[in-house]
């Protein structure tokens, strides 16, 4: 992609980021049912006095006592830092929730290794990460996993739960609006991206079906995201 694209769109990005009703703007919210009832639940098993880290929490704020950290300035941003090395000392929350960054960061072990540390003895981890969905730099993008691959990243930490979060529409759907977007754009990203969001949003009442597709015991296997949850030793 050409030098000036790649700036201008960088930019535009992180102004739609800074503004939460703007910030939707960015992409299409696929449903993931299960990922959110298992932060859900997490959140009511944790009393409210329990100290709680989103990493990467962007423009989202999931409850008023959870601390969320970004790399860059939002309106919902606590703390600015950078995932690699997390600015809070060992043993200091009782949970950590993280949902679409490890993609974005040059070394996932590296965070997830920062993760265990800041966690307690018997702290949550709480996790879902993209499996096949199209590359989405915000300003980089780096990998992708399965639900196996996830578990794998995490084997430092007991399995609670596991396994796809947003389904196989949402896959499937995602990479036909990138492929109209590509096909039409004449080689113009910003305008593949354009044609991606008005595709997207035009086609989205089908992704509705993933909220029975989620059901099927083996959606994994085409899901567009996995998560997972553990518990720190």
Known sequence: MPKPQTELISRVKRKLRQNRLLSHLMGCPYPAPRWNRCVKRLLRHLSPDATLLDLGAGTHRRAPHIINLDIEATPQADVLGDGHLLPFKDNTFDAVISEAVLEHVRSPNLVVAEMYRVLKPGGYIC??????????????DYQRWTTTGIVQRFAAFSEIE???????????????REYVGLCCSFGNLLLAKVLSLIVGWLTF?????DWVLLLHPHAYILASAVYFLGRKP
Do not use: K, N
Not at 127 to 140: I, K, M, R
Not at 205 to 209: K, Y
């Open 127 to 140: 996790v879902a990460v993209p499996f096949l969905q199209g590359y989405h730099a915000s300003p980089h």
């Open 162 to 176: 596991s396994g796809a979060c947003a389904g196989p529409t949402a896959a499937l759907h995602w990479i036909f």
């Open 205 to 209: 009442p089908l992704v509705l079906l």
